[in-house]
C-alpha cells in the first residue's frame, strides 16, 4: 500500500491527488494534471501515469516521478520549488506545546 502523504489517498487505486491550488513561495498555482505537462512530452503516452497511477487529467500524487512542478516546469521531486508547499486550504500547524512555570524545572529523579 502507498499512501500519498499529501492527500492521504492509496495511490493503488489510482485516484486524483488533491486539486486544491498548491502555494509554492507565497504564490499559487494550479497542479499540472497528467497528460497536461507543459514543455516536453513523453514519447509513449499512456491513459494512466506510470508511477502514481492517476488517469489522464488527474492531479498527480505530490512526490510521483513524473509530476511536473507548475512554477519552474522542471521536475517536482527534484527541483526543490515544491519542498515545502501546501494546499491553499491546508490547516495551520498545531502550535507547539508550552512548559507551564509549574512544571518547568521538574526532572525525573531515578
Same mark, same amino acid.
Given at each position: 500500500?502507498? *499512501?500519498?502523504?499529501? #492527500?492521504?489517498?492509496?495511490? *493503488?487505486?489510482?485516484?486524483?491527488?488533491?486539486?486544491?491550488?498548491?502555494?509554492?513561495?507565497?504564490?499559487?498555482?494550479? +497542479? %499540472? =494534471?497528467?497528460? @497536461?505537462?507543459?514543455? !516536453?512530452?513523453?514519447? !509513449?503516452?499512456?491513459? =494512466? &501515469?506510470?508511477?502514481?497511477?492517476?488517469?489522464?487529467?488527474?492531479?498527480?500524487?505530490?512526490?510521483?516521478?513524473? @509530476?511536473? /512542478?507548475?512554477? &519552474? !516546469?522542471?521536475?517536482?521531486?527534484? #527541483?526543490? &520549488?515544491?519542498?515545502? /508547499?501546501?494546499?491553499?486550504?491546508?490547516?495551520? +500547524?498545531?502550535?507547539?506545546?508550552?512548559?507551564? +512555570?509549574?512544571?518547568?524545572?521538574?526532572?525525573? %529523579?531515578?
Amino acid at each position: 500500500m502507498a *499512501i500519498c502523504t499529501f #492527500c492521504g489517498n492509496d495511490m *493503488i487505486h489510482g485516484t486524483t491527488c488533491s486539486e486544491e491550488r498548491l502555494r509554492i513561495g507565497g504564490l499559487d498555482y494550479e +497542479p %499540472i =494534471r497528467w497528460g @497536461e505537462e507543459k514543455g !516536453y512530452r513523453f514519447q !509513449y503516452m499512456t491513459e =494512466r &501515469c506510470g508511477d502514481c497511477n492517476v488517469p489522464k487529467g488527474a492531479v498527480h500524487h505530490h512526490g510521483c516521478d513524473l @509530476e511536473q /512542478c507548475p512554477a &519552474c !516546469y522542471s521536475q517536482a521531486i527534484s #527541483c526543490g &520549488c515544491m519542498d515545502d /508547499c501546501a494546499p491553499t486550504n491546508a490547516p495551520a +500547524p498545531a502550535p507547539a506545546p508550552t512548559t507551564s +512555570p509549574a512544571t518547568a524545572g521538574n526532572r525525573a %529523579i531515578g
